[in-house]
């Protein structure tokens, strides 16, 4: 299963990269989270791990496989039968300073056709609320 959505945000790189990687905050400005709590105290990067709990499903734990500095994160959770990737990724600025953020989810594993067939709407629905929160934030100062 892959899902991936793209949005354009009309503000600073360095704030949408800000705003990004403050995963803590992420309950304020997007209703796909309901809580993130980091597991770790050090910086985001490769082996931090995080605790995300969205509505209507299971705390998971999310772990750093990829970071490159202002530029993207990828992470991964792993259940019986089924791992999750995110990964989270701005574009250079355009002509005009706006900024592309995509955002994708791939699940792989025997589990995977199963999960992606029950939760395909609902992880649709996520995404693109993660994207259009993340540009109301950034673009609201």
């Known amino acids: 299963m892959h899902h991936e959505t793209s949005i354009e945000i009309g503000a600073d790189p360095s704030v949408v990269w800000a705003t990004l990687v403050d995963v803590e905050r992420w309950p304020e400005w997007t209703p796909s989270m309901t809580e993130v709590t980091r597991l770790d105290d050090r910086d985001l990067g490769v082996g931090s791990r995080v605790r995300i709990r969205q509505p209507r499903l299971p705390a998971l734990v999310w772990t750093v496989t990829e970071y490159a ?13 089924v791992t999750t990737t995110a990964a989270h990724r701005l574009g250079p600025p355009g002509p005009d300073g706006a900024v592309t953020v995509t955002l994708t989810v791939d699940q792989d594993g025997p589990l995977a056709p199963v999960m992606g067939r029950l939760m395909a709407p609902r992880t649709g629905r996520y995404i693109q609320m993660e994207a259009e929160g993340l540009k109301r934030r950034c673009e609201a100062g």
């Open 69 to 81: 500095p202002r530029a993207s994160f990828t992470w991964a959770s792993r259940a019986p039968g």
